[in-house]
């Protein structure tokens, strides 16, 4: 069963830079085989998609974030660590944010969805501040 660990999420001021971080494990050398993403939920709002990678390639970002973040993703050994760089940070990014991974390599037309993955993890709090 594949494993996702946000280790603590963070506080910034409006127009800074932030990382937060997920640790995907438990699949053994499968891990390289996953498709991963970060959503994020800001308040009494719904579950959006942020950021997909699909396969090792492939990103798709939400017209909010494009140009704003990144997402870079390091394997070691069996250890995949899908990152999130968050710049030019609003009030809007607030929300706690989540890591997900599935097991398809091909998302179709919509790669944001949330339905399209089936693992999460239990979310980290952003709070962007002016």
């Known amino acids: 069963q594949v494993q996702l660990a946000e280790p603590g999420g963070d506080s910034v001021q409006v127009g800074r830079s932030l990382r937060i971080s997920c640790v995907v494990s438990g699949v053994g050398d499968a891990i390289a085989r996953y498709s991963l993403g970060w959503f994020r939920q800001g308040a009494g709002q719904g579950r959006e998609g942020v950021a997909v990678v699909v396969g090792v390639g492939r990103f798709f970002y939400a017209d909010l974030v494009e140009a704003r973040f990144t997402l870079p993703s390091v394997a070691s050994g069996n250890i995949r660590y899908l990152h999130l760089d968050m710049e030019n940070v609003r009030s809007e990014d607030s929300g706690i944010y989540y890591c997900?991974?599935?097991?398809?390599?091909?998302?179709?037309?919509?790669?944001?969805?949330?339905?399209?993955?089936?693992?999460w993890g239990q979310g980290t709090q952003v709070t962007v501040s002016s």
């Open positions: 997900a991974a599935t097991r398809k390599m091909t998302l179709g037309n919509a790669p944001l969805r949330r339905e399209s993955f089936e693992h």
